[in-house]
């Protein structure tokens, strides 16, 4: 199985690398056109949610700060 991260971008979106499956809040899988990166929106503003187009540097997105990994949950 390939190996897939989710990164924050500073005040950007999160950047998804490797094969995922993406879907709505129906459970309808969203087209991705099996790109090897795909960019989700953080800031809320897109126009094409969930998917970012951009909107966060037009609007002045700031992130919250990051959090401390040492206090992160385990997902299991």
Excluded: W
């Excluded at 094409?48 to 187009?53: M, R």
């Amino acid at each position: 199985m390939a190996e897939v991260s989710i990164r924050p971008k500073p005040n950007g979106p999160y950047l998804i690398e490797g094969p995922v499956d993406i879907y709505d809040t129906a459970g309808n899988k969203l087209a991705t056109d099996d790109r090897p990166r795909i960019a989700l929106c953080r800031c809320g503003a897109s126009s094409n949610k969930p998917f970012c187009d951009g909107t966060h540097s037009k609007i002045g997105f700031q992130a919250a700060e990051v959090i401390n990994p040492e206090s992160a949950e385990p997902q299991t």
